[in-house]
Nanobody, 115 residues
Framework: QVQLVESGGGLAQAGGSLRLSCAASGSIFGIYVMGWYRQAPGKQRESVASTTSSGSTNYADSVKGRFTISRDNAKITVYLQMNSLKPEDTAVYYC?????????WGQGTQVTVSS
């Protein structure tokens, strides 16, 4: 079993910054992908950014140039630095980890951006 513990998030003004962290623990072996997803009210969950254990990254077009995902492999922790926040970034942000055909989720953390 894998556990994900998220921290960070909260309230920010448009143009501001927030940083999310997600620490994983449990049975993780080999190559794995960690990422951040978000779900706004009335919308489907969407991928925001992801990174593999080899270091490659992928971003949604809507956050490119504003958000940066990074990881600490030794701690199995992933971070999401969110800059130039916009009201449309308001959502519950979830950390996800995929390993050996399974996907695990964190509990979610609210990010609210005021205009």
């Amino acid at each position: 079993q894998v556990q994900l513990v998220e921290s960070g998030g909260g309230l920010a003004q448009a143009g501001g910054s927030l940083r999310l962290s997600c620490a994983a623990s449990g049975s993780i072996f080999g190559i794995y992908v960690m990422g951040w997803y978000r779900q706004a009210p009335g919308k489907q969950r969407e991928s925001v950014a992801s990174t593999t254990s080899s270091g490659s990254t992928n971003y949604a077009d809507s956050v490119k140039g504003r958000f940066t995902i990074s990881r600490d492999n030794a701690k199995i922790t992933v971070y999401l630095q969110m800059n130039s926040l916009k009201p449309e970034d308001t959502a519950v942000y979830y950390c996800g980890l995929s390993n050996r055909g399974n996907t695990y989720w964190g509990q979610g953390t609210q990010v609210t951006v005021s205009s």
